[in-house]
């Protein structure tokens, strides 16, 4: 089974269905198992733009993962450098064309904009954040690395995972869930705010 | 004339201990920082953030133990110089020899190399993580005193600037910082070290800021005004509910430290710059 709960525990390993997204719930603590593949900035515009010029994607993302992640070079001998995820919003611009494509798991780190969470409803996806700068421990779950697209982008390329274990919070649900804002909700004290009056989150990263 | 001998500084010295702080400054977080980190663990009431920085905690053991960077985002390379009026550089350029250091750390560290050329277009990868971003002052004395701050995107990115109406005062500088890490979520990877920079002008009140976030966490300002001003700060930003990664909790920030220095009459510069929780930086003095 993709997505298998043990108590507190959810397992999750791709391909994954409608059924699957549906299992996750924000606050979900989730470790992922078997192929995720990595995108991140530049690599995003190339795919848009080839979706754009109606060309198909260098990888098939239909029930996939992806990880926004550029990480630093491996020592030798070893997998990978250090590896956390790098500001979802950032991205935010590109998401819905891909959850058009079928992606139903994204990692990254931080919230997303409205279009984004509106667009994970809508396609019955998911976005679950791992550590931000926590990339040291998140690289000891990577066991195998692969470059299959892009690869003159260098950190930028799109690459193929083998993961064991990788951990992840879900951040937005298929429900319109957002722990980011259930949490910040929970533990503001307006008493010793006084006269400041919250605002929302950007809806841009820069 | 002051009493001091001028003393040579030969490049190749410098080009030696930049490299060698690329290396340790993406390794092993400071000392003051990592005492922050565990304060923020002992105080948090939210179970899931109290998590988040057991888990960010464990990473800076990891990092040290195994030589991992403690994060991928390797940074920009900023440079900070003290130049004592009395030090000769010998043997080269100074720029060059900061550069030939960031160069050989990026690399033979394997670092990730984030700079890129053509800003507005082609943004091509330089390779190397050159150049540095290099700050200089002049000082007293005979002695070159360099900082490496690793300064990852994430954060530099929620950076924000406002000249105010001076009338504004410390009201309108908490409201604007306030906003800025509150907007900002978990963008930046809070808990934060906040560099708040006051006064001057344009660019010095953003490099004042940056001087903010080099200041050792738990370090007040020298001075009792702002020293007051840094801990009601703290005290509001940790009240936003933000939270480690924004996953809300007691703990957005570790410190908040603010630089000022006179300004215009008609002026109130405000810079804020943020640093996340892997607030790397390296010191020597050669």
């Known amino acids: 089974m993709p997505v298998t709960r043990n108590g507190d525990e959810i397992r999750a390993e791709p391909p994954f269905t409608d059924e699957d997204v549906a299992q996750l719930r924000v606050g979900d603590h989730v470790k992922f198992y078997g192929t995720i593949y990595t995108a991140r900035d530049a690599a995003h515009r190339r795919m848009i733009t080839a979706l754009s010029e109606g060309k198909p994607l260098p990888i098939d993302v239909k029930g996939q993962i992806i990880y926004y992640v550029g990480p630093s070079p491996a020592r030798p001998g070893r997998v990978v450098g250090s590896a956390g995820p790098t500001t979802a919003m950032r991205l935010d611009p590109f998401t819905p064309a891909l959850l058009d494509q079928g992606l139903k798991v994204i990692i990254g780190k931080g919230g997303r904009g409205s279009v984004v969470k509106k667009s994970l409803q809508d396609h019955k996806a998911v976005y679950l954040f791992a550590i931000g700068g926590a990339g040291a421990v998140l690289s000891k779950t990577i066991k195998k690395l692969d470059i299959v697209a892009y690869e003159d982008l260098g950190t930028e390329s799109i690459k193929k995972l083998e993961v064991e274990g990788f951990p992840a919070i879900v951040c937005c649900d298929m429900y319109g869930g957002d722990l980011l804002l259930q949490g910040k909700e929970q533990f503001r004290n307006q008493d010793v705010l006084g006269a400041y009056q919250s605002v929302p989150p950007a809806e841009k990263a820069g | ?160 600037f406002q000249i105010m109406l001076p009338s504004r005062g410390k009201e309108g500088i908490t409201e604007f910082v306030l906003q800025t890490i509150e907007e900002s979520g978990g963008n930046p990877c809070p808990p934060l070290v906040v560099g708040v920079g006051v006064g001057g002008s344009s660019e010095y009140a953003m490099y004042l800021a940056k001087k903010g976030i080099v200041r050792p966490v738990g370090q007040d300002s020298d001075d009792p005004e702002t020293a007051e001003f840094e801990r009601e700060l703290l005290e509001k930003v940790n009240a936003l509910g933000v939270g480690p990664q924004a996953v809300g909790g007691v703990n957005t920030a570790m410190a908040v430290n603010i630089e000022t220095y006179p300004t215009h009459i008609t002026s109130l510069p405000v810079a804020v710059n943020l640093q996340c929780h892997s607030a790397r930086s390296k010191h020597v003095e050669l």
């Open chain 2, 1 to 160: 004339m002051t009493s001091e001998t001028v003393r040579e500084v030969h490049v190749d010295d410098i080009t030696k201990a930049v490299a060698e702080m690329c290396e340790a400054a993406t390794h092993v977080l400071p000392d003051d920082v990592v005492a922050g980190l565990k304060k923020a663990q002992s105080t948090e009431t939210s179970p899931l953030a109290r998590q988040v920085l057991i888990e960010i905690v464990e990473n800076v053991e990891v990092a040290k133990r195994d030589m991992i960077p403690l994060c991928q985002d390797t940074g920009t390379t900023v440079v900070m110089l003290d130049v004592g009026q009395d030090v000769h550089i010998v043997g080269g350029s100074l720029r060059d020899a900061i550069n030939k250091g960031v160069s050989k750390g990026y690399t033979e560290g394997f670092l990730r190399a984030s700079m890129v050329d053509h800003p507005f277009s082609t943004r091509v990868n330089t390779k190397d993580n050159t150049p540095a971003v290099i700050h200089s002052e002049i000082v007293a004395g005979n002695k070159l005193g360099i900082t490496v701050v690793p300064k990852g995107g994430g954060c530099e990115n929620m950076s924000k």
